[in-house]
Nanobody, 128 residues
Framework: QVQLVESGGGLVQAGDSLRLSCAAS????????MGWFRQAPGKEREFVCV????????YYGDSVKGRFTISRDNAKNTVYLQVNSLKPEDTAVYYC?????????????????????WGQGTQVTVSS
């Protein structure tokens, strides 16, 4: 069993930055691929990015490429999402998720159904 707890969301203005964190507990963190998803009201959950267990492989959704950066610190059992140049359309609940995809499959791990463990989410609201 893996427990995930997100933090770092908030209300910001367009152009601002945030760093979201996801703390994990419960099993060997470095064996898990970690992803970030987001869900806006009335919309489906959207893939944001994913990182392999070692951190050597990352993959981003088209809407966030160049603005968001995923990283992880396996010594702290934490994955981060640095979000820059925020736009109002980035407003959503951001979720972290954990799965067992090997590094060579991480770039294909973009569906919520491919993840087993989920956090409770953290709200990011961007005002124009």
């Amino acid at each position: 069993q893996v427990q995930l707890v997100e933090s770092g969301g908030g209300l910001v203005q367009a152009g601002d930055s945030l760093r979201l964190s996801c703390a994990a507990s419960g099993r060997t963190f470095s064996s898990l691929a970690m992803g970030w998803f987001r869900q806006a009201p009335g919309k489906e959950r959207e893939f944001v990015c994913v990182i392999s267990g070692s951190g050597s492989v990352t993959y981003y959704g088209d809407s966030v490429k160049g603005r968001f950066t995923i990283s992880r610190d396996n010594a702290k059992n934490t994955v981060y999402l640095q979000v820059n140049s925020l736009k109002p359309e980035d407003t959503a609940v951001y979720y972290c998720a954990a799965g067992f995809a090997p590094p060579n499959m991480v770039v294909r791990t973009t569906s919520p159904t491919q993840y087993i463990y989920w956090g409770q989410g953290t709200q990011v609201t961007v005002s124009s």
